[in-house]
């Protein structure tokens, strides 16, 4: 294959990589503007995602299109118990004292997972078959279609929610200023639910539309829940555009690392990356230094 193919090729894999890391970091960023809170479980929902949607298409024997909203729905009841078992009772906690609690949330999920499924791998079937596209000497999966696809939608849900719906643009306020919003008669704990809810729904259908490429497992939200979080990082935290070009660079400069350096430094460029923007730029690429949320 030619060098321009092959680069072409670690592209096409990078932005669909990415848009995963976008999806997830988007959820990261809508529970950090709304309480403050860096949610290391956010991983965990992208791991229920595709472990429930496998659940019922073999042991309830559901169709795909049933299966997957089925999971996202039961992934967004998860979302909600979360926030209103752990985070909820501890509100006036410190904010170390909650990201711990996220972490052991994390575990806890984890821990249920392995019981309830198994330790093994299991792979979702692709949504539309898996007959190679030709695009320009490269070739790209039809669930890479899917990624990018539903990426763009929800994008654009979200960016019209928060922009043109009474309950968006009451998160935006709890998001600058939770005291004031309180105030003026905004349901700031309401606020703070909605955005768990929102975020479980986010990162579940993330793990379920990237299920048929990476496969799905009761751990695969450990590195996808971190990548996130550097795309999150790296757009600043910001709910917006930010964040998705974030998660694309992040998926672009770790497909393009993997093939022409080694594969086996496919998750650490990440982890360089995220060193580097908060030893440079600690408020992330398109961040200012006081910056505004959401």
Request: with cysteine; hydrophobic share 55%.
């Amino acid at each position: 294959m030619e060098l321009s193919h092959q680069l072409l090729q670690y592209l096409l894999s990078g932005l669909s990589t990415g848009a995963i890391y976008a999806l997830i970091g988007i959820g990261f960023s809508i529970i950090y503007n709304a309480t403050g809170i860096i949610n290391f479980a956010q991983g965990e929902f992208v791991m229920l995602g595709g472990m429930m949607t496998l659940f019922l298409l073999e042991a309830l024997h559901l169709p795909l299109w049933a299966a997957v909203p089925l999971a996202v729905c039961i992934v967004t009841l998860v979302g909600l118990g979360f926030e209103r078992l752990a985070i909820r009772p501890l509100r006036n906690a410190s904010p170390i004292s909650l990201v711990i609690i996220t972490i052991g949330g994390a575990i806890l999920i984890r821990g249920l997972a392995m019981l309830i499924w198994d330790k093994d791998t299991h792979a979702i079937p692709p949504f539309s078959g898996d007959e190679p596209i030709m695009l320009a000497g490269a070739t790209l999966l039809p669930q890479h279609l899917w990624i990018l696809g539903i990426t763009v939608v929800l994008i654009s849900l979200n960016k019209w929610f928060f922009n043109h719906t009474i309950s968006g643009k009451a998160m935006r306020a709890c998001s600058y200023n939770p005291r004031a919003a309180g105030l003026v008669g905004v349901d700031v704990r309401r606020m703070v639910l909605l955005s768990f809810m929102i975020s479980a729904a986010m990162g579940s259908l993330a793990g379920i539309i990237v299920a048929p490429l990476t496969m799905t497992a009761y751990d695969v939200g450990i590195m996808l829940g971190l990548k996130g979080f550097c795309a999150a990082i790296i757009g600043g935290m910001s709910s917006g555009l930010s964040t998705v070009i974030g998660g694309l660079i992040l998926g672009v400069l770790e497909s393009m690392g993997a093939g022409l350096i080694s594969s086996g430094y496919k998750d650490a460029i990440a982890f360089i990356i995220l060193l580097l923007i908060l030893f440079i730029r600690p408020q992330g690429l398109f961040g200012k230094p006081e910056s505004e949320r959401v």
